[in-house]
């Protein structure tokens, strides 16, 4: 297979094969805002506004150096906002200024 059959088959995230460090599968509790984050996604779910399907591309969207660089749910987070933006249901002005209201209440 050349290296364009290699990046046209292959999506990001599909790193089956490729040279890489043990996974680790040791349970951990989920941080505070990763509970937030897969709660807002199940919102987002159930109220219609983004899908699965949608997830997955948003991912797949973001590209292997940005997918390699994430946290699981850091992957989540950025691809929902990134659906948001293109579904015009928030700007990134208004996150912008949310999260400056927000850091300015520490």
């Not at 509970?35 to 292997?64: F, M």
């Amino acid at each position: 297979m050349s290296s364009t059959e290699g990046l046209i088959s292959h999506l990001p995230n599909d790193i089956g094969g490729k040279d890489a460090e043990a996974i680790n599968m040791e349970e951990h509790p989920m941080l505070p805002w990763e509970k937030r984050c897969h709660a807002l996604l199940d919102v987002l779910a159930t109220h219609q506004i983004i899908n699965t399907e949608e997830k997955r591309r948003g991912v797949e969207n973001l590209g292997s150096e940005i997918i390699g660089n994430l946290t699981y749910y850091e992957r989540w987070i950025v691809s929902a906002v990134n659906i948001l933006f293109e579904k015009r249901i928030l700007t990134p002005d208004q996150i912008a200024n949310k999260t400056k209201e927000i850091s300015e209440r520490k």
